[in-house]
């Protein structure tokens, strides 16, 4: 049974910099994707980024590629997202998932969710 436990969120200025952390515990070896997904008030949910946990590869949302960095820490069962240059639009609660699906930026493609991590980014 997959577990996955968010931290590291917080409130900053426009163009400060944050580093999101999610530690996995039972399963999550098993999993094809691990991802970080955000959500506003009364918006849809989005996909941030997301890593393939064989291999490496990464995919980003066009509204964060070369300002966020997605990684990952086998040995310590860790996600990272690494987070600069943040701007107003990016406020938003923040999860991260892991899962099995072929589409590693969509909601649909995970089975376990974090409880999530507040980021507010101020102009």
């Known amino acids: 049974q997959v577990q996955l436990v968010e931290s590291g969120g917080g409130s900053v200025q426009a163009g400060g910099s944050l580093r999101l952390s999610c530690e996995a515990s039972?399963?999550?070896?098993?999993?094809?994707?691990m991802g970080w997904f955000r959500q506003a008030p009364g918006k849809e949910r989005e996909g941030v980024a997301c890593?393939?946990?064989?291999?490496?590869?990464?995919f980003y949302a066009g509204s964060v590629k070369g300002r966020f960095t997605i990684s990952q820490d086998n040995a310590k069962n860790t996600l990272y997202l690494q987070m600069t240059s943040l701007k107003p639009e990016d406020t938003a609660m923040y999860y991260c998932?892991?899962?099995?699906?072929?589409?590693?930026?969509?909601?649909?493609?995970?089975?376990?969710w974090g409880q999530g991590t507040q980021v507010t980014v101020s102009s």
């Open positions: 039972g399963y999550a070896y098993s999993s094809v994707w």
């Open positions: 890593i393939l946990t064989r291999g490496g590869a990464t």
């Open positions: 998932a892991a899962g099995a699906g072929t589409n590693g930026l969509r909601a649909e493609s995970y089975n376990y």
